[in-house]
């Protein structure tokens, strides 16, 4: 059975740092491409950022660019994603899923139950 599990999120001020991680179980996820994607209250699943099989290519939305960087660790099967100068728009609900090919595709079989992150003073 494949199982992904977010975790990392919480309450940060605006500017702050937080790392979400992805535990990923089940399968072979260093055959696959891994993207974070985020759900703002009252909005639709947003896409933020995806890596690669090997963890050699990444890209990621404008909004986040140059602020948040995705990474893994596939000893782990464990995707990263190291959010800083957090806005208060950033506040979601994020999501690790895996995609359906090694490069992305945008199309995802996996999901997790995702992570809350609320940016607030």
């Known amino acids: 059975e494949v199982q992904i599990v977010e975790s990392g999120g919480g309450l940060v001020q605006p500017g702050g740092p937080l790392r979400l991680s992805c535990a990923a179980s089940?399968?072979?996820?260093?055959?696959?491409?891994m993207s974070w994607v985020g759900q703002a209250p009252g909005k639709g699943v947003g896409w933020v950022s995806s890596?690669?099989?090997?963890?050699?290519?990444?890209r990621d939305a404008d909004a986040e660019k140059g602020r948040f960087t995705i990474s893994r660790d596939n000893a782990k099967n464990t995707p990263y994603l190291k959010m800083n100068s957090l806005k208060p728009e950033d506040a979601a609900v994020y999501y690790c899923?895996?995609?359906?090919?090694?490069?992305?595709?945008?199309?995802?079989?996996?999901w997790g139950q995702g992570t809350q992150v609320t940016v607030s003073s």
């Open positions: 089940g399968s072979t996820f260093s055959t696959y491409a």
């Open positions: 899923a895996r995609d359906i090919w090694g490069s992305w595709s945008g199309t995802y079989d996996y």
């Open positions: 890596i690669d099989s090997g963890g050699g290519s990444t």
